[in-house]
């Protein structure tokens, strides 16, 4: 489960010099950002899209979800001078979605007692919307990470 997990999950590692008070600092530097930030913790945060395809994430609107977004933590380096920032995503509950509905839709084939034909489209549209879904989200996820980098490390 780890292998398909680490081929789902985005991580990125930046390095920065300095005090951890100079990446903080840095860290929180620069308004207006095109993602908002949540310190979750001491060295732990988050950085949410402020818009997003298909989550419906648009700044100003009242949502629960987050949308689009990635966590980083704050990590020392044997150089006390360096630090290092992960970043990563977590698994979407989209996934877990359309892979639940995948699964009733086997599940209510086999207890159907007619056993109707199933068209052959329907074999192949749930994993063909799941990798869709899946790769517009990723695409967003990497233009998230590519903007928090852009603010933290300016000549990238």
Known sequence: MNALTEKIVLKETITISGTPEDVKSRINQGE???YQLVWLSDHKF???SNWSIGTLKITGLPIKADGIKGHGTIVATKDPSTWKIEM???IRIELYFFLVLFAFFVFAYFLDTDKREIPVWAYFAPPITLVWFWGVLRLQEKALFNRV????LPEH
């Open 32 to 34: 207006p950002r095109t």
């Open 46 to 48: 988050k950085f949410i």
């Open 88 to 90: 990563e995503t977590k």
């Open 149 to 152: 980098k852009r603010h933290l």
